[in-house]
């Protein structure tokens, strides 16, 4: 069965520090391209973070230079390493493909990311 389950998130100060992690099964990670999204409350999901097959990454400007996006392949697990974190980087994080379409995995439930004082 593919499944994509996302964990790690909290609630954390700004300039803080959170690893989110992404496990699949049914699927071989490292053989797929895989993405990091996020949706704030009353906003649309948006990509922040990808890496291809070839470990090639790209990131949104908002994280550039904050956050890593990293793949261990015997753990079949995508991770999402987010440092300096801000207020506005609070939303439900979750993982997938880069382009979603009708054949790629269904969504997670998500992690819950919280920046606060």
């Known amino acids: 069965q593919v499944q994509l389950v996302e964990s790690g998130g909290g609630l954390v100060q700004p300039g803080g520090s959170l690893r989110l992690s992404c496990v699949a099964s049914?699927?071989?990670?490292?053989?797929?391209?895989m993405a990091w999204y996020r949706q704030a409350p009353g906003k649309e999901r948006e990509r922040v973070a990808s890496?291809?097959?070839?470990?090639?990454?790209t990131y949104v400007d908002s994280v550039k230079g904050r956050f890593t996006i990293s793949r261990d392949n015997a753990k079949n697990t995508v991770y999402l390493q987010m440092n300096s974190l801000k207020p506005e980087d609070t939303a439900i994080y979750y993982c997938?493909?880069?382009?979603?379409?009708?054949?790629?995995?269904?969504w997670g439930q998500g992690t819950q990311v919280t920046v606060s004082s």
């Open positions: 997938n493909f880069p382009v979603v379409v009708g054949s790629s995995p269904r």
């Open positions: 049914g699927f071989i990670v490292r053989l797929n391209a």
């Open positions: 890496i291809s097959s070839g470990s090639y990454t």
